[in-house]
């Protein structure tokens, strides 16, 4: 039995059917010793599940370009996140897509050391038992103040102004790390 | 004839235009951390420096992509500047918005974000 904690929008996604499914799996260090390989691996991945968008679409929903930017972006902030937040024993990060017709479900796993998981579970439940665009400004300001790591400014950008839900899971593996998965579902109608 | 500087990386250049007052943001900027934004940070106070209360103009029609921590950088400035300049009526309100790759603005704004 694992011991895990879910928060927001978090979805099992364990017996969903998707029309696609992909994975990839990395060493969160490699991101960070060469910090292009989080912009290359999210527009590989941004690319790739654009494609699933039909050349034309029906008017209310994504375009193809539409959604490749959107993906560009949120797959940059979720590879950088890992590539800045990891530690502990375990240095894997995976990435796991979900590709459905009317949404895509994208989910983020990296590491942590266990001690880091409180403040983290603060941080998550400020993001989402706040309003966004109240948090996104006062974020700000206090960022003009202080040099914060961790603001969250990517996080509220993605959901105010993509409307991306995002679903958060933590799991102790053994008494050394955490693994922390952040799941990001896109719909692929027009906001 | 002032001299423009610039700021060149891989995938983006970031240029002052002391004679227009305009700093222009081009291309993709994804950089690591607020010391590798600490360029761009110099670039920026120089040209707000520059300016001498004249308008200054940051022009981000060819910029293509930024990152979370460009975002946070950019508006950092943007803020620090707004608290060294007096406005009569209006306050300062900041939307860089990056629903589409053309879509950026730091506007000013009526409601009392920040003081």
Same mark, same amino acid.
């Given at each position: 039995?694992?011991?895990?904690?879910?928060?927001?929008?978090?979805?099992?996604?364990?017996? =969903?059917?998707?029309?696609? !499914?992909?994975?990839?799996? &990395?060493?969160?260090?490699?991101?960070? %010793?060469?910090?292009?390989?989080?912009?290359? @691996?999210?527009?590989?991945?941004?690319?790739?599940?654009?494609?699933? =968008?039909?050349?034309? =679409?029906?008017?209310?929903?994504?375009? %193809?370009?539409?959604?490749?930017?959107?993906?560009? !972006?949120? &797959?940059?902030?979720?590879?950088?996140?890992?590539?800045?937040?990891?530690?502990?024993?375990?240095?894997? =990060?995976?990435?796991?897509?979900?590709? /459905?017709?009317? @949404?895509?479900?994208?989910? &983020?796993?990296?590491?942590?050391?266990?001690?880091? /998981?409180?403040?983290?579970?603060?941080?998550?439940?400020?993001?989402?038992?706040?309003?966004?665009?109240?948090? !996104?400004? %006062?974020?700000?300001?206090?960022?003009?103040?202080?040099?914060?790591?961790?603001?969250? &400014?990517?996080?509220?950008?993605?959901?105010?102004?993509?409307?991306?839900?995002?679903?958060?899971?933590?799991?102790?593996?053994?008494? /050394? @790390?955490?693994?922390?998965?952040?799941?990001?579902?896109? @719909?692929?109608?027009?906001? | 004839?002032?001299?423009?500087?610039?700021? $060149?990386?891989?995938?983006?250049?970031?240029?002052?235009?002391?004679? #227009?007052?305009?700093?222009?943001? $081009?291309?993709?900027?994804?950089?690591?951390?607020?010391?590798?934004?600490?360029?761009?940070?110099?670039?920026?106070? #120089?040209?707000?420096?520059?300016?001498?209360?004249?308008?200054?103009?940051?022009?981000?029609?060819?910029?293509?992509?930024?990152?979370?921590?460009? +975002?946070?950088? +950019?508006? $950092?400035?943007?803020?620090?500047? #707004?608290?060294?300049?007096?406005?009569?009526?209006?306050?300062?309100?900041?939307?860089?918005?990056?629903?589409?790759?053309?879509?950026?603005?730091?506007?000013?704004?009526?409601?009392?974000?920040?003081?």
């Amino acid at each position: 039995m694992i011991d895990s904690q879910t928060h927001g929008a978090w979805q099992d996604m364990a017996g =969903v059917t998707a029309l696609s !499914y992909q994975r990839m799996t &990395l060493d969160a260090d490699d991101l960070a %010793r060469f910090w292009r390989r989080c912009s290359l @691996s999210s527009d590989f991945w941004s690319r790739y599940s654009a494609l699933f =968008v039909p050349a034309t =679409v029906p008017p209310g929903r994504l375009n %193809r370009a539409a959604l490749e930017s959107v993906l560009a !972006y949120l &797959l940059n902030e979720l590879f950088e996140n890992c590539a800045k937040f990891s530690g502990g024993p375990v240095g894997i =990060v995976r990435y796991q897509a979900w590709i /459905q017709s009317d @949404s895509m479900t994208f989910q &983020l796993t990296n590491h942590i050391e266990p001690e880091r /998981q409180p403040a983290f579970t603060h941080f998550i439940r400020e993001l989402l038992e706040n309003d966004p665009d109240e948090l !996104y400004f %006062r974020r700000l300001e206090e960022n003009a103040e202080a040099n914060v790591q961790g603001s969250g &400014l990517g996080y509220l950008t993605l959901i105010k102004d993509y409307g991306i839900r995002f679903g958060f899971q933590f799991s102790a593996i053994g008494d /050394q @790390s955490v693994a922390v998965e952040v799941q990001a579902h896109v @719909s692929m109608k027009e906001m | 004839m002032l001299a423009v500087e610039q700021i $060149k990386g891989d995938e983006y250049t970031v240029e002052h235009d002391p004679g #227009a007052h305009t700093v222009t943001f $081009k291309g993709t900027i994804r950089l690591q951390t607020s010391d590798d934004y600490l360029p761009m940070t110099q670039l920026l106070q #120089a040209a707000h420096d520059s300016a001498a209360g004249e308008r200054l103009s940051l022009d981000f029609r060819q910029l293509q992509f930024l990152n979370s921590s460009g +975002i946070s950088t +950019i508006s $950092k400035f943007v803020i620090g500047a #707004a608290s060294r300049i007096s406005f009569s009526s209006t306050w300062w309100a900041i939307t860089i918005s990056t629903g589409s790759r053309s879509r950026w603005a730091i506007s000013r704004s009526s409601g009392p974000r920040f003081r």
